[in-house]
């Protein structure tokens, strides 16, 4: 009975990073180069929708495992009860003797393992590990922390992919003086910093707008704008996807995230692909992608003065800020782009025993 690859994750029609990773590699045919079944373990909705989902992944893939089916196990895996939910699927590839491929996403994994997991949670996070056959991060930054827990399995970084549009829209066709924001509203990534700075701004850049684009604290983010007197500047879009995601990227003229903690956000990537520059934080896999000075900025975590320093600079110098979105998407089409980033995906596959398709 011909083997195929069980890959696993949230559903890709969720919000959130390996959404978006999964559906790239879909999109960029990796899934029909290769005999790869999709079992979403999570999905957005109520508790029991979660539950159910679970569930009837865990059922396929025993029914799938007690065939004979699975020759390889691929699951994305970010913090919290996204490790503890996959948990069962690698004990059972290990009983099985499946090997299986876990591919870190998490932004606030090193939060999550170092501050939330006492000793024995953390002897099983290290234990899941070093059973898997490669264990693949977002970056080098999150290869050396993965080492450094004690993780002796193979360790391996891959960028997220990211499609590239054929053509980088008009830069005279954004909008001046246009900021947008993508993710999460909420401490995290850094939303209530960007109020901050944006407070800070719009005396001197009374055109600014700032466009946020995202689910998480709305209400909190709305009542913190109207504080700072800045609500007429603000503008609160909700989770924006698809076509309507992509004309934001081709309009807006700086993207910025001004993140705590992160893995590879796909956002960062996606605008760089849109030619369009970033100011950011070098936080996990992000000064992989942004050089500071060349693709955008990268300030320090919390540091509203700078933030606002760059977000000014960027506005004033239209001329600049397009000579960095031009250089944010070379660096995308040589080193983010599906074309780049997939045949690392499908040599790992090689190598755990799948010939070339």
């Known amino acids: 009975m011909k083997k195929i690859i069980v890959m696993a994750g949230t559903d890709p029609a969720t919000m959130g990073g390996i959404a978006s990773v999964v559906n790239v590699y879909r999109a960029a045919g990796l899934f029909a180069r290769y005999p790869i079944t999709y079992l979403a373990t999570h999905c957005d909705g109520g508790a029991g929708a979660k539950l159910g989902r679970m569930l009837r992944a865990y059922l396929r893939y025993l029914w799938l495992l007690c065939r004979g089916r699975v020759g390889l196990l691929h699951v994305h895996v970010a913090s919290r009860a996204s490790f503890w939910r996959k948990c069962p699927l690698f004990l059972l590839a290990f009983v099985w003797r499946v090997p299986a491929i876990l591919h870190l996403h998490g932004a606030e994994f090193a939060v999550f393992y170092g501050q939330e997991c006492g000793p024995l949670r953390r002897a099983l996070v290290r234990g899941v590990f070093n059973r898997c056959s490669q264990v693949v991060v977002l970056s080098g930054q999150w290869q050396q922390w993965v080492q450094g827990i004690g993780v002796t399995a193979p360790v391996r970084a891959v960028y997220n992919p990211v499609l590239l549009p054929p053509a980088a829209s008009d830069w005279g066709a954004r909008q001046a003086g246009q900021l947008l924001f993508l993710g999460r509203l909420g401490p995290r990534k850094g939303s209530y910093d960007l109020l901050a700075a944006i ?12 466009l946020l684009g995202g689910d998480g604290e709305l ?6 704008a109207d504080a700072l007197g800045i609500a007429a500047h603000v503008k609160l879009l909700g989770w924006v996807g698809g076509a309507d995601k992509q004309a934001l990227l081709d309009q807006a003229m700086v993207y910025v995230l001004p993140s705590y903690n992160e893995g590879l956000p796909m956002s960062v990537l996606e605008a760089m692909a849109a030619g369009m520059p970033v100011i950011s934080t070098p936080v996990g896999g992000i000064p992989e992608a942004v050089s500071d000075g060349v693709e955008g900025y990268l300030v320090a975590p919390g540091d509203v003065a700078a933030l606002a320093e760059r977000i000014e600079r960027l506005l004033t110098e239209p001329g600049l800020a397009e000579r960095m979105g031009a250089a944010a998407r070379r660096k995308v089409a040589t080193t983010f782009s599906a074309e780049a980033v997939l045949p690392r995906i499908e040599e790992l596959y090689q190598q755990l025993g799948w010939g070339r398709p």
């Open 199 to 210: 407070a800070r701004v719009v005396a001197a850049q009374p055109a600014l707008t700032a």
């Open 219 to 224: 209400a909190q983010t709305a009542a913190r």
